[in-house]
């Protein structure tokens, strides 16, 4: 039975994460036949889990396998392992010229409640669908001519799943739809050849669903307006020709350009983005650093652009936006697909707000998580996660940053005080940064009990058993903290006043070119050199897993908590 203080501490949105644990995945356990290295390229958490009696489960991704773990339910337990499912697709012989076997990518779905799925994709451009609980493969999605790179689900309808992808564009597809019936499951292709012009490498999910954002080898960043794909919406709506139903069924739609797209917020290749209410937070490789940055004239409350006022190529240098072209369009109603003047706008398309430092994250393919409060979790602050090359994690709670600039301050008899702000203050000073971070909240809940919620380790055909090749489970009965103090909450008093200007002085929130450093870095003790790829939060705030490879040649992934 867990105590007041215990439980507080658990729920508590100011403390951030200790290090718990990791879990090491030995190469031989999968990959005969492969280049002699394992890594975990992607790690997402079941967003459906709402028990309150038991952990939520997460698949981390890499090579051939799918690793289903649940964490520690109690401080000092390990990591428990539920279920390996292998891929059974041959291995070429000349692995050295083909890695079309190898996952990268994952994805948590269903159509039926009763029946979580696991879609995962990598290099071969196929997106296998399988479920979750016995491993059987669903469906196979095809479609792609490349490489595919990220899954995002979309955020209110589990069966809706959009893929970036190699070939320049991002496909959105149905579960629900049948192929074998002759229904084609790609609802949607983004791009076609008008948008990004190299691989795309990431894309995510507005939260109220009707924007797609997504990053690419080009240096781009692209929202997309995508129609409302409710199961009542219109687009679904056949018509009352049986004719028009089968033709519905099998066509795709195709968005050619982007509402917005930029090359101005980054050098390099974009590699991992996401939406922070109507705010953005995007990363590029060899730039060692997390940029958050806002769209001038972006709403998602207010109606969809029309897509007369997406703008075609070639109008602007580094930066197009339909959000400010929306009402020169509506101005000139009579010139249909009216593209506006060929020059820059007199109004700045984007204004970047920060930047937030991250060490040695300059390598490809590396990702951070933004844990946001839900409907079931509305308490929770937003906390910025990520790792770097170096064995070390990054913490930023970004209601802090908000809260130290609006009102951290208190000016009394001459001496300033920093004081650890109080949730339940109703007193604010200026204006936040953030004002628009709150908005574009998911209003639907979806989330309910499901049979993962409850399992345990399920024998299957495609587990791994045997001893010889087990992955090695550690635990810390103790978990190691940070050296800066035994809790790390954000906004303890300091002793003097100039302790409290030089935490001022480095979480300055004016000056969006000098990037913040962590609220809360770590270097777990893992006895190995950790090398971060992916990073995931659970939907309640309480764990973080960070997943990626060893100095050697073993996959791994370490295991935050907020058991104190």
Request: hydrophobic residues 35%.
């Amino acid at each position: 039975m867990e105590s007041a203080s215990t439980k507080s501490s658990l729920t508590h949105p100011w403390n951030l994460p200790h290090f718990g644990g990791f879990l090491r995945y030995p190469w031989s356990t999968s990959c005969e036949g492969l280049p002699p290295r394992h890594v975990f390229y992607d790690v997402k958490f079941y967003p459906y889990h709402m028990s309150s009696s038991t952990a939520p489960v997460f698949a981390l991704v890499g090579n051939r396998e799918i690793v289903i773990c649940r964490p520690p339910a109690a401080k000092g337990e390990g990591l428990l392992l539920i279920n390996v499912f292998r891929d059974l697709e041959p291995i070429p012989k000349d692995w050295k010229n083909c890695s079309s076997i190898v996952h990268n990518s994952c994805a948590w779905n269903y159509v039926a409640q009763s029946e979580p799925l696991i879609s995962v994709a990598g290099a071969s451009g196929l997106i296998k669908v399988l479920n979750a609980l016995t491993g059987e493969l669903v469906t196979t999605l095809l479609g792609h001519g490349g490489e595919i790179n990220d899954l995002a689900t979309h955020p209110l309808y589990p069966w809706i799943l959009a893929s970036a992808s190699g070939d320049h564009s991002i496909r959105i597809w149905d579960l629900r739809r049948k192929t074998e019936l002759g229904e084609n499951a790609c609802l949607i292709i983004c791009g076609h050849g008008h948008g990004h012009k190299e691989p795309v490498l990431t894309c995510a999910w507005h939260g109220l669903g009707a924007y797609l954002i997504s990053g690419g080898q080009d240096r781009m960043v692209c929202i997309w307006s995508v129609p409302d794909l409710a199961p009542e919406s219109p687009f679904f709506d056949p018509g009352e020709e049986p004719a028009n139903a089968a033709r519905s069924s099998a066509e795709t739609k195709v968005i050619h350009y982007p509402h917005f797209a930029t090359s101005a917020v980054h050098s390099n290749y974009v590699d991992c983005v996401c939406f922070y209410g109507d705010l953005i937070l995007s990363k590029a490789s060899e730039e060692d650093k997390i940029v958050l940055w806002t769209i001038t004239g972006f709403h998602s409350k207010a109606s969809p652009p029309s897509p007369s006022s997406a703008p075609a190529t070639g109008m602007f240098l580094d930066t197009r936006s339909g959000f400010l072209l929306e009402r020169a369009c509506n101005e000139k109603p009579d010139q249909e697909g009216w593209q506006g003047p060929l020059q820059p706008p007199k109004i700045p398309p984007l204004t970047r707000l920060l930047e937030f430092q991250v060490p040695f994250s300059g390598l490809f393919y590396m990702r951070f998580s933004l844990l946001m409060p839900s409907l079931a979790h509305p308490d929770l602050h937003p906390v910025l996660a990520i790792g770097n090359t170096n064995t070390k994690i990054f913490f930023w709670d970004l209601m802090g940053l908000e809260i130290g600039r609006d009102g951290g301050m208190t000016l009394s008899n001459d001496d300033d005080k920093f004081k650890r702000p109080d949730s339940k203050s109703k007193k604010r000073v200026g204006v936040s940064f953030s004002n628009r971070a709150h908005e574009g909240y998911s209003t639907s809940d979806l989330r309910s009990e499901s049979p993962l919620a409850s399992s345990s380790r399920r024998p299957s055909s495609v587990v791994t058993t045997t001893d010889a090749s087990s992955p090695v489970l550690f635990s810390l009965q103790e978990p190691e903290v940070s050296t800066t103090g035994t809790s790390p909450a954000l906004f303890d008093t300091p002793p003097e006043a100039s302790s409290m200007l030089h935490r001022l002085n480095k979480y300055r929130v004016n000056d969006s070119f000098t990037p913040l450093p962590a609220h809360y870095s770590h270097t777990p003790n893992v006895n190995y050199h950790l090398l971060a790829r992916q990073v995931a939060w659970s939907p309640c705030g309480k764990w973080c897993i960070i997943a990626g490879e060893s100095g050697s040649k073993d996959a791994m992934a370490v295991i935050y908590d907020r058991w104190v």
